[in-house]
């Protein structure tokens, strides 16, 4: 029998508390009229919600379903799910994965970054509650309540350190979670989203169902990223014959065969000369593997909105 109490965190001040790896296997979780508080889910659940919470740093691992914020103010978080809600919120900074649109209601002063954190059950906690690494869309927020004039959210500074929001757990039980918030060693490749592009060329590279699939993408991101250039969004999801048609053009027929495998994972570069670079690190590096680049600078915007454009509809964005 399963004891509610074991899975929630009720009327807390001042204290330092969480849940290791494994512990919530999938629950339901509850979090209310905390303050001042250190709160740590280390682990998978099916929806969180966060009521009337002030001054308090939150780590929430993969939500399979929602988590919603309501009435809370003044709190720091680091948040993977797949739908994120606020509702009467006030300065809530957000390092987020999202796999939808993020949703703002009736709530100020919120600011998100994108979400950074490793340690190692982490990657099955993402399986386990059957969200892809690749499909973050946490800059993309929408805001029900706007108000003229007003802007009720904005990003987190580029460089902004996830510890200096949410530091590690100081308590004896919960430093046994092996933590690295190194943006290099993220589970969630780390992507620009919505900032503003440092140059006017892009470049769309996608992998193909298979073994390798994710730790391909991840190997390019590392090479490019290497080199300078940036990661601006990444996207997994899957392609039928016409789609490939929309999304690869003349090029379709050499990929379609591939499609039956599963879904696609698509990365978007950004940089001057990444069309090049892209091109010459997946001949050096991925010789037996068959990816998609684009072919030059002046196709490779067109390749990035004909995939991001069908993505979306696929995704009901």
């Known amino acids: 029998q399963i004891d509610p109490k074991d899975y929630m965190f009720s009327g807390l001040k001042d204290e330092t508390v969480g849940r290791l790896p494994g512990k919530v296997a999938g629950q339901q979780f509850v979090i209310q009229d905390c303050e001042n508080c250190k709160i740590y889910i280390f682990d998978n659940s099916a929806t969180i919600t966060i009521d009337d919470c002030v001054n308090c740093q939150i780590f929430l691992g993969p939500i399979k379903g ?36 993020p949703i703002i209601e009736s709530s100020t002063g919120m600011k998100f970054g994108c ?32 108000v003229s004039g007003e802007n009720n959210w904005g990003l987190l500074p580029e460089n902004a350190v996830v510890q200096d929001y949410v530091p590690l757990p100081s308590s004896e039980e919960l430093k046994a979670v092996r933590i690295s918030t190194d943006a290099t060693r993220s589970i969630i490749p780390v992507t620009r989203g919505q900032r503003q592009k440092n140059s006017d060329e892009s470049c769309l590279a996608v ?26 969004q990444t996207k997994e999801v899957s392609m039928k014959a016409e ?7 003349q090029c379709a027929p050499e990929f379609i065969s591939l499609l039956e495998k599963g879904p696609v994972v698509a990365l978007e ?39 991001y454009n069908f993505a979306d509809m696929q995704m009901g964005m």
């Open 207 to 232: 992998f193909f169902a298979g073994d390798y699939t994710t730790a391909n993408a991840r190997k390019l991101i590392d090479e490019m990223t290497g080199k300078g250039f940036q990661l601006v």
């Open 66 to 101: 929602s988590v919603f914020f309501r009435d809370c103010k003044d709190c720091k978080c680091i948040v993977a799910c797949q739908q994120f809600r606020t509702r009467d919120c006030r300065k809530l900074d957000v390092f987020l994965c999202c796999a939808t649109q």
């Open 243 to 249: 789609d490939a048609h929309r999304v690869f053009q």
């Open 269 to 307: 570069f950004n940089g001057d000369g990444a069309v090049e670079g892209c091109q010459s690190t997946v001949n050096d590096v991925f010789s037996g593997t068959k990816v998609f680049v684009s072919e030059s600078k002046a196709s490779a915007s067109q390749d990035v909105d004909n995939f």
């Open 115 to 146: 979400f950074q954190y490793y340690y190692p059950e982490l990657a099955l906690q993402f399986k386990d509650a059957g969200l892809s690494i690749f499909n973050n869309t946490w800059s993309n927020i929408h805001d029900f309540t706007p």
